[in-house]
């Protein structure tokens, strides 16, 4: 069975310095990874995703997450929080056999403080 | 591109009123279709899934129902909402197969007065 772990439910961090979300995950297939970022009130959007190619993985508003399958971790980092950076952000899991079923993590909520 | 619209995005209803909450996905055929909820403040808690017209699984036993009467539509209803109804509710698609990422809706908040 799948589940996600995201280990820090509040984040925060001034404008300027880097971002470093962390999540865990277990998988019994090879799993595809996603990063989610909700502003209040509103949809989730995706950051980025890892499907089995690099495993650094670059996406939107110079945001980025290295897949360690040793770790079974997918920490998102970004080197310079921006104050619009302010949300909250899921890791998600999908495991390859089956594709409707992703599990997400419980939310990081990311505070920039000026 | 691909594109989903969801709405209403704020509804105020009281106790025992019935709930229709539509989303349709433009761009794409076959999606797989989700209704997510999201109580304030917590995670996201999926509610029904949908793999095609007529086909509806469903994930917590509750009041609410879902269909699908067609390709791209996805269509969550009450017909007498409680009290703990309230929160956010996100419509989202994926492609069919596997391996592929969940699109949202920009969400519908439901008060249940």
């Known amino acids: 069975a799948q589940s996600v772990t995201q280990l820090d439910s509040h984040v925060s961090v001034s404008e300027g310095t880097p971002v470093l979300l962390r999540c865990n995950y277990s998988s019994s297939y090879s799993p595809s990874l996603f990063w989610y970022v909700q502003h209040p009130n509103k949809g989730l959007q995706l950051l980025l995703k890892y499907t089995s190619a690099a495993t650094l993985v670059k996406g939107i508003n110079g945001f980025e997450a290295e897949f360690k399958k040793s770790e079974t971790s997918f920490h998102l980092t970004k080197p310079s929080a921006h104050m619009s950076d302010a949300a909250e952000y899921f890791c998600?899991?999908?495991?390859?056999?089956?594709?409707?079923?992703?599990?997400f993590g419980p939310g990081t909520r990311l505070s920039v403080l000026p | 591109s691909q594109t989903i619209h969801q709405w209403p995005a704020t509804l105020v209803q009281p106790v025992g009123s019935p709930l229709s909450l539509e989303c349709t996905v433009e761009?794409?055929?076959?999606?797989?279709l989700y209704w997510y909820r999201q109580a304030a403040g917590r995670g996201l808690q999926l509610l029904f899934y949908s793999v095609g017209i007529g086909q509806i699984s469903s994930e917590v036993p509750q009041n609410l129902s879902a269909s699908r009467p067609q390709d791209r539509q996805f269509i969550l209803s009450s017909k007498k909402l409680l009290l703990s109804d309230s929160g956010f509710y996100l419509c989202?698609?994926?492609?069919?197969?596997?391996?592929?990422?969940?699109?949202f809706g920009e969400g519908s908040r439901l008060t249940v007065l």
């Open positions: 761009g794409t055929s076959n999606p797989n």
């Open positions: 998600v899991v999908s495991e390859k056999n089956y594709g409707q079923n992703f599990v």
């Open positions: 989202a698609w994926s492609s069919a197969g596997v391996g592929g990422e969940l699109f």
